[in-house]
């Protein structure tokens, strides 16, 4: 299993940005897939967005389209979700989440972003 470790949350305004970078152990990865993922207080995990290494094909949930942007620096290991025009209901704790081709799937610890004014 891989090491991820998310940084990067923090109390946003509601219409102001965050970027969360998420950033993984090791060298000479065979990435397949990551994801990021949040869980609101009360509520089930969701998918947020996620990118495929293989064709660079990209997912985002109908609830952040537009306004979320997932990105990847292959070089540093690590992944980006890039949050602009932040609303209150996007107020959670965001998970990174990966799968190399081997099919090992790791976890981060998570980071909270709270929107609020």
């Known amino acids: 299993q891989l090491h991820l470790v998310e940084s990067g949350g923090g109390l946003v305004q509601p219409g102001g940005s965050l970027r969360l970078p998420c950033v993984a152990s090791g060298s000479n990865i065979d990435w397949y897939f990551f994801g990021w993922f949040r869980q609101a207080p009360g509520k089930e995990r969701e998918g947020v967005s996620c990118?495929?290494?293989?064709?660079?094909?990209?997912y985002y949930a109908d609830s952040v389209t537009g306004r979320f942007t997932i990105s990847r620096v292959d070089a540093q290991n690590t992944a980006y979700l890039q949050m602009n025009a932040l609303k209150p209901e996007d107020t959670a704790v965001y998970y990174c989440?990966?799968?190399?081709?081997?099919?090992?799937?790791?976890w981060g610890q998570g980071t909270r972003v709270t929107v609020s004014s």
């Open positions: 990118i495929s290494y293989k064709d660079g094909s990209t």
């Open positions: 989440f990966s799968k190399t081709s081997a099919g090992d799937e790791s």
